[in-house]
């Protein structure tokens, strides 16, 4: 909105030709998130505490040093960052794009889902939400309809194809079965990353690091002139989309403040659902979907752990792990809370570096 009073106003002004570029409204975003998160924050951890009481149940599964050490952490902090993300994309960003809606519109369902289960393990006081079928069926749907948008809006037959990393030409066509692909993406980041938020700050900073780089990934992809050179598949109207990932960052980057450990508060499946929902939408938008599983790692890693752990036992009735996800074999293992949110950063950093050299090994 924003965005459209200083547009009109360049006519009289020509310092405001500034807000033109896709760069200068993507850093204004991630400072507007920023601000928004740390002035906004302490009043809604305190709303947040008042109203859960006991805060966030622990698993009772998991580490025994949690039940003692997290116990009275108020969740859903995760309204925090959606509340910065919304409020710095709709002031920065090009509201007639399409892509910035359909992605808006997974953030937000995503977030909902993520809320509503959060909300029953509150007043129920108990770490069971509602049926995950359910839960499943309600993000396959949401992740459907934004494929299809996008599907519809993108060129053909790019916009229904997967394509290859270190490839420009090479597409795997899909055709309207591509809307299956594009929801197996979007539904499967928005669970890598939810189970990826186990510790304090663990889950928050590969987030940032991926939105970053999807950022970036973003403004070449939707650049005529910068797709050409780097041999990227040009994909019109998905520059906007930098805007959306610089208010991830500077939201998480605000949120980060306050989940840092030890967490005065937990994002809880209201951000982690919403914040890999919104990655992986954007992956689909800017064609990039493999290449996440890549800048996005980490997640898949965490998410891998538990699938070996689950599908291990089940056929021999043993554990590969001392404890799933990833990051609680190592809390079992002794290693401290800070070394293993820390390494995991760094690991998340370098999967990002190897995730972007792809767009210039073609």
């Given at each position: 909105m924003l965005y459209?009073?200083?547009?009109?106003?360049?006519?009289?002004?020509?310092?405001?030709?500034?807000?033109?570029?896709?760069?200068?409204?993507?850093?204004?975003?991630?400072?507007?998130?920023?601000?928004?998160?740390?002035?906004?924050?302490?009043?809604?951890?305190?709303?947040?505490?008042?109203?859960?009481?006991?805060?966030?149940?622990?698993?009772t599964d998991g580490p025994q040093r949690h039940i003692i050490e997290k116990q009275g952490t108020p969740t859903m902090g995760g309204l925090m960052i959606l509340f910065g993300v919304f409020v710095a994309t709709l002031l920065w960003a090009d509201l007639s794009n399409l892509y910035v809606w359909a992605v808006l519109f997974v953030t937000l369902g995503y977030g909902a889902i993520g809320f509503y289960d959060d909300y029953?393990?509150?007043?129920?006081?108990?770490?069971?939400?509602?049926?995950?079928?359910?839960?499943?069926?309600?993000?396959?749907?949401?992740?459907?309809?934004?494929?299809?948008?996008?599907?519809?809006?993108?060129?053909k037959p790019l916009s229904s194809s997967l394509a290859i990393p270190f490839f420009k030409d090479f597409l795997v066509p899909f055709g309207p079965f591509f809307v299956f692909v594009g929801?197996?993406?979007?539904?499967?980041?928005?669970?890598?990353?939810?189970?990826?938020?186990?510790?304090?700050?663990?889950?928050?900073?590969?987030?940032?690091?991926?939105?970053?780089?999807?950022?970036?990934?973003?403004?070449?992809?939707?650049?005529?002139?910068?797709?050409?050179?780097?041999?990227?598949?040009?994909?019109?109207?998905?520059?906007?989309?930098?805007?959306?990932?610089?208010?991830?960052?500077?939201?998480?980057?605000?949120?980060?403040?306050?989940?840092?450990?030890?967490?005065?508060?937990?994002?809880?499946?209201?951000?982690?659902?919403?914040?890999?929902?919104?990655?992986?939408?954007?992956?689909v938008a800017v064609k990039h979907?493999?290449?996440?599983?890549?800048?996005?790692?980490?997640?898949?890693?965490?998410?891998?752990s538990v699938i070996v752990q689950v599908a291990s036992f089940k056929m021999t009735g043993k554990r590969v792990f001392a404890m799933a996800p990833l990051h609680h074999h190592f809390e079992q293992k002794g290693w401290k809370e800070p070394t293993i949110v820390i390494r995991f950063w760094i690991i998340a950093f370098v999967l990002a570096l190897v995730g972007l050299s792809t767009l210039k090994l073609r």
């Open positions: 459209y009073v200083l547009l009109k106003l360049t006519t009289e002004v020509s310092a405001f030709n500034v807000f033109r570029y896709l760069t200068t409204r993507t850093g204004m975003a991630i400072l507007t998130a920023l601000f928004v998160v740390f002035v906004f924050g302490p009043k809604i951890i305190s709303l947040l505490k008042i109203k859960q009481g006991k805060g966030q149940p622990i698993r029953l393990k509150v007043t129920r006081a108990s770490v069971r939400g509602f049926s995950g079928k359910s839960r499943l069926l309600a993000e396959f749907i949401i992740a459907g309809i934004a494929v299809f948008i996008f599907m519809n809006i993108g060129a929801m197996l993406v979007i539904v499967g980041a928005g669970n890598a990353v939810n189970i990826t938020d186990g510790l304090d700050g663990l889950a928050i900073m590969p987030v940032m690091i991926a939105a970053a780089s999807y950022g970036l990934i973003a403004y070449l992809v939707g650049n005529f002139v910068f797709a050409e050179y780097l041999h990227l598949n040009f994909v019109k109207g998905t520059g906007e989309l930098a805007v959306i990932c610089g208010a991830l960052f500077g939201a998480g980057l605000g949120f980060l403040w306050f989940n840092a450990p030890p967490a005065m508060i937990f994002m809880g499946d209201t951000g982690s659902l919403a914040l890999g929902g919104c990655l992986g939408a954007i992956a979907e493999i290449v996440l599983m890549v800048i996005g790692g980490l997640f898949v890693l965490e998410t891998v």
